[in-house]
């Protein structure tokens, strides 16, 4: 579980040397290279850009394109490049939110780095996965991580991901639940109701649920596989068709006036 998993190549989607894996990356390639220099500069400023992430990756190319995207972004950014120092600079600087490796060099990994931190900290953990692979994702949620990115990832969608966890751990409480405006639907956390033009919509848990969390992570393509371990949870062991199923049910329901997008070879997005 150990040297295994590192890569030799550049994780990095848009590095061309790994090709699109499961079509994940198959969109959007002739936009990247453009994407690499203003993306990040044209994002909207938000309220928690004075946040700190600690990276922790031994592969110096993708930990500096990662340090980059973020600092431009407008995060301070630690890099660490093995397990050790990652659990030092966490204990140190008292950071956010850790941006991890799962291919560490050494005896310990990213799993199990993970897992230790999990035993004295709740700092939210995006891990950095190498492969699509199940067992990694599953292992990965099972030990704490709050989500995970699979190489090869666009640092954009990185910053993504790291910017909807931020919101979500510190939302204040007394804010109570959400609701969410999207085109004429308007979709309330507190009453789980679902509303079309004001009216309300008689929602299946499950479809509320899904709507509910396209929702919270609005703007975002969300993959089959991060819906089901979301909304069906990472221990239900289904088909990915279970989500398309759930999603022509909402439209059909909700009808255009939901913003919902198929993104070819990835998922859903919704706004
Ligand atoms: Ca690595």
């Not at 938000?46 to 431009?72: G, P, W």
């Amino acid at each position: 579980m150990t040297a295994s998993r590192s890569t030799t190549n550049s994780g990095l989607a848009h590095a061309g040397t790994a090709g699109p894996r499961r079509g994940v990356r198959a969109q959007g390639g002739s936009a990247r290279g453009a994407d690499q220099g203003s993306a990040a500069a044209t994002m909207e400023p938000m309220a928690e850009d004075r946040s700190t992430v600690v990276v922790v990756e031994d592969d110096s190319n993708i930990a500096e394109l990662v340090a980059l995207y973020l600092r431009e972004a407008g995060f301070t950014v630690h890099l660490t490049g093995d397990a050790a120092a990652g659990e030092e600079a966490v204990r140190a600087r008292q950071p956010d939110l850790v941006v991890l490796d799962i291919g560490l060099p050494g005896t310990v990994d990213g799993f199990e780095l993970c897992r230790r931190l999990r035993a004295w900290s709740q700092v939210p953990i995006v891990l950095l996965t190498a492969r699509d692979d199940e067992i990694d994702r599953v292992l990965g949620l099972e030990l704490g991580a709050d989500d995970y990115v699979t190489k090869p990832f666009s640092p954009r969608e990185l910053v993504a991901r790291v910017r909807a966890i931020l919101r979500r751990s510190t939302a204040p409480a007394a804010e109570g639940p959400a609701v969410h405006v999207l085109g004429s639907v308007t979709v309330d956390a507190g009453r789980r109701e679902a509303l079309l033009d004001g009216q309300p919509v008689a929602l299946a848990t499950r479809e509320f649920a899904l709507l509910l969390h396209l929702a919270e992570n609005q703007g975002l393509a969300l993959s089959r596989r991060q819906l089901l371990d979301s909304v069906w949870g990472h221990d239900w062991y289904g088909d990915e068709r279970t989500v398309d199923v759930h999603v022509r049910q909402l439209r059909k329901k909700l009808g255009d006036g939901l913003p919902l997008a198929t993104v070819w070879g990835v998922g859903y997005r919704l706004g």
